[in-house]
């Protein structure tokens, strides 16, 4: 029988070395935690309300009100006023063409930290890993309650 602790320290593991390598490349863009993930999520669709943006980012609003503020002084992204219903006003966030030229970038860093993780895994290994991480998360997503 294996140890139970060892899913836990393989994780932990390769998060802890994945979130390294990529924070030092994001940083070299100027980035920080959190503003990958942003510029990720507007570059494939652009205009989500924030309190959406911050759902589909797994981010408490606050925080993500935070992350809008900094990269709007950035200049990586613009707010603009959009009505809700019942009057409501909320902001939706879309990309400048600097914000756009550096989700590009950041993309490329993810796919480049990508490459180097699966180095030596044969494509099958690679979507069969990913496939058995996959239903992992999914395992316990439904579990949590």
Do not use: W
């Not at 999914?138 to 949590?144: E, F």
């Amino acid at each position: 029988m294996t140890d139970t602790k060892e899913l836990h320290k393989a994780l932990i593991f390769t998060s802890s070395s994945h979130r390294r390598t990529c924070r030092e490349r994001f940083r070299r863009l100027d980035l920080t935690d959190g503003q990958p993930k942003v510029l990720a999520v507007l570059l494939e669709r652009e205009g989500y309300l924030q309190k959406d943006l911050a759902k589909k980012c797994h981010v408490e609003p606050a925080t993500m009100s935070s992350v809008i503020a900094n990269m709007e002084r950035k200049e990586l992204i613009r707010r603009e006023t959009a009505h809700v219903s019942g009057g409501k006003r909320a902001f939706a966030v879309y990309l400048t063409e600097k914000g756009r030229k550096t989700a590009e970038a950041a993309n490329n860093v993810v796919i480049d930290v990508e490459k180097l993780a699966f180095e030596g895994f044969s494509s099958e290994e690679q979507e069969q890993f990913l496939s058995m991480l996959e239903r992992l998360g999914k395992n316990l997503v439904q579990k949590q309650n």
